[in-house]
């Protein structure tokens, strides 16, 4: 089924990693037989998902890391995935769990523009917005200390300004 994916790498230090890839649909069946366990009404969660600007989405996903191989303590294995992925129904990343299961990271989308990131938190944390411009540029980004910066789009350059008015000038070269 994931004839051709990556679902195992090896690091320098000669530690292996499995990764556990999912399809949409699977998710999709998981999360009705969730539903029904938990006597809720499922939400639509769709067992494919639509084509996208960039082409089709086939609907895979990392679903979870574990360490398989580890050098140094090859009798010291953990017992549960070091991060484990959630997704939206519409194929987003949503939730980040780390090895205790914790939500380390969570992340918000636009609903009329799949794909579109409109804040993310950790654990514990406040939340980092952002606003977007019709062409779908970040043109404002909040974050949790009170601190705003604003991104102002002009041909070869990218300038970000703080809400303290420090600037920086990013300079692009190349096409789109």
């Given amino acids: 089924e994931f004839a051709g994916e990556i679902t195992a790498v090896t690091d320098g230090a000669g530690r292996r ?44 996903r990392l679903a979870e890391v574990w360490l398989t191989h580890d050098p140094e303590y090859p009798d010291n294995l953990p017992a549960a995935p070091l991060a484990r992925y959630e997704y939206s129904p519409r194929g987003e990343l ?13 992340f918000t989308y636009d609903p009329p523009h799949p794909g579109r990131m409109v804040a993310h ?5 406040p939340e980092t ?36 008015n420090r600037r920086e000038v990013l300079h692009t070269e190349g096409e789109g």
Wanted: hydrophobic content about 30%.
């Fill in 129 to 164: 917005g952002y606003r977007y411009d019709a062409a779908g540029r970040v043109v404002e980004q909040r974050n949790p200390a009170g601190l705003r910066y604003t991104y102002t789009y002009d041909r070869n350059t990218v300038t970000i300004t703080d809400s303290l």
């Fill in 121 to 125: 938190r950790y654990a514990g944390r």
């Fill in 17 to 60: 990693f499995r990764l556990v890839l999912t399809t949409q649909a699977q998710r999709a069946e998981q999360h009705r037989q969730q539903a029904v366990s938990e006597a809720a009404s499922p939400l639509s969660f769709p067992d494919t998902l639509p084509a996208t600007a960039y082409g089709a989405d086939s609907g895979r």
């Fill in 94 to 106: 949503a939730v980040v769990y780390d090895r205790s299961g914790t939500a380390a990271r969570g």
